[in-house]
């Protein structure tokens, strides 16, 4: 029998019923997350410091700040991203009234990671609470204190009715995948991320996957060591390395290596004390699988600073290796860990080549103060750097999965578009075409603070920019010779998304739908 099954009936019984639609509703539920969120700050901080060691500053910055932002995000703009969105017409639909309307897709589901369990599992939530969907919650079991506190507390601030949270394992998680949802929501490994895309495919439901990657971080001969240093190594420590886009591996030459290291071991020392292990503000591996994979990396190369290791407090030091191999299994897969292996190249050439001979990275960084080092980037990868800068430059790059472009409101909604002459559309009109949408906006460039700027845990918070999506282009396509019906097709203009921010992430979306819908015309 199907555990969840009465769960997900009462979830869809009251999606029916409509109540989610409306905007004090939506509110409401947003004011309650709020709420969670100002409360028990203390108990979250308290979970996040048992899971994985981390500061109250750092569950701060990283977790509950970005989740109360993107709850103010969404309550201060959720009217204007539900207006209607008037759109161009074409010859068919010039009698015709044409626009689009935002429409919940249902009910989604979210799938959390352990990472940085608060931020990555309420942000979704937040778009899909403010898009109108009914929503089951999935928090990761790996981070067993944050789970806790989300799967009690949590519920007693929202529409109960319209919200449920489950638990459990990887079995747990398959049995769910096996149901029909709207919408699935996925943050974690590409491996889980394949599972839960041959699951979705079953029903075809749309899928965000948000995964992970290895992101390179180049330096040039003319950096300041330190510089490069302070900010490289603040990020690759920060939650203990487990951070998706943080700089994974090092490439420079081996002169600038030599110069590297005592950097690198000065601002270790300057962050976190002469014995990183007693400090307060480094944190832990999550879990013992996960450290026993972690610790594994350490045999890799030689060891030039750190190296050491804790199984009982999940203890890894911060580590730089050198000398290492291109076969060996530190780069193979994400580390996700305090770990830094630097790879040594001859130049630009070099190590664009040495890139663009593996997967396409999730973030790229780029050290040099000569103006023409981001132009050599150009054409490598899926997006090159930004903007130029002397100190950093960072990339993005779109993987094989999903990244998040816009405040999440628009991400689990139907764009509908519904056209008719002098009158208004009525459920039930026939719909001409089921169509995926890549939204077309280019937002601003975002930076991470302590890589773009300052030598300190330093954050550049995100312009706040529209969420509503409008397409870049409206062409008919398979015109019908009856004026019934007419069958349209976004054209997009636009897949290039910037880095997303430490404090507010973004890149590309792909797979939200596009329901055409048309009204009998009537002169």
Excluded at 181 to 195: E, Q
Excluded at 215 to 228: A, G, H, I, K, S
Excluded at 282 to 305: D, M, P, S, T, Y
Aim: net charge neutral; glycine share 8%.
């Amino acid at each position: 029998m199907d555990p969840f099954s009465d769960t997900l009936r009462r979830l869809r019984e009251a999606f029916r019923s409509g109540r989610t639609r409306a905007a004090e509703f939506r509110a409401t539920q947003l004011k309650g997350l709020g709420r969670f969120l100002q409360e028990n700050k203390q108990l979250l901080q308290d979970a996040l410091a048992q899971d994985l060691h981390k500061s109250a500053f750092e569950s701060e910055i990283s977790e509950i700040g970005i989740s109360q932002g993107e709850v103010n995000l969404a309550l201060g703009n959720l009217r204007a991203w539900m207006k209607d969105e008037k759109v161009p017409k074409n010859l068919a639909t010039q009698l015709d009234s044409a626009f689009i309307r935002k429409e919940p897709f249902g009910l989604v589901l979210i799938i959390a990671p352990w990472n940085y369990p608060l931020n990555l599992t309420l942000v979704p939530l937040v778009g899909a609470l403010a898009a109108g969907n009914c929503v089951v919650l999935k928090p990761s079991e790996i981070s067993k204190n944050v789970e806790r506190v989300l799967a009690e507390v949590l519920p007693q601030y929202l529409d109960q009715s319209c919200f449920a949270v489950v638990l459990g394992g990887p079995e747990e998680t398959g049995q769910l995948l096996e149901n029909k949802f709207d919408y699935i929501f996925f943050t974690g490994s590409p491996r889980v991320g394949k599972i839960v895309m041959a699951a979705a495919a079953k029903h075809l439901t749309p899928v965000t996957l948000e995964l992970g990657g290895k992101n390179p971080c180049y330096v040039d001969d003319d950096c300041d060591p330190q510089t490069v240093a302070n900010r490289v190594v603040w990020f690759r420590c920060f939650n203990a390395g487990q951070t998706c886009v943080a700089p994974d591996y090092v490439l420079c030459s081996h002169e600038t290596q030599e110069r590297l290291l005592p950097a690198m071991q000065s601002a270790i020392t300057r962050f976190y004390g002469e014995d990183p292990k007693s400090s307060p503000d480094l944190g832990r591996i999550v879990g013992e699988k996960q450290f026993q994979r972690v610790q594994g990396l350490l045999g890799c190369g030689r060891v030039a600073i750190g190296g050491q290791s804790d199984e009982s407090q999940r203890y890894i030091a911060p580590t730089v290796l050198v000398d290492v191999q291109e076969t060996e299994l530190v780069m193979q897969e994400e580390i996700f860990g305090p770990i830094l292996p630097i790879v040594n190249v001859q130049g630009l050439a070099e190590a664009v080549d040495f890139i663009t001979q593996r997967e396409k990275p999730l973030a790229l960084y780029a050290f040099s103060n000569n103006s023409q080092v981001p132009v050599g980037w150009a054409g490598t990868t899926a997006s090159s750097p930004s903007t130029p800068s002397p100190t950093t430059v960072p990339a993005c790059c779109v993987l094989p999965g999903w990244r998040r472009s816009m405040p999440s409101a628009t991400r689990p909604t139907h764009h509908a578009t519904q056209g008719c002459c002098w009158q208004p559309w009525r459920p039930g009109a026939p719909a001409a075409a089921l169509c995926s949408e890549l939204p077309p906006h280019r937002h601003p460039g975002t930076r991470l603070g302590p890589l773009a700027g300052g030598d300190g845990p330093g954050v550049h918070k995100q312009a706040k920019t529209r969420a509503a999506s409008s397409p870049a282009a409206l062409q008919l396509s398979n015109p019908s010779p009856s004026p019934m019906l007419a069958t349209t097709s976004w054209q997009k203009a636009d897949r290039h998304r910037n880095l997303r921010h430490l404090l507010s992430w973004e890149g590309t979306v792909e797979g939200s739908r596009d329901v055409v819908q048309a009204a009998p015309w009537k002169p």
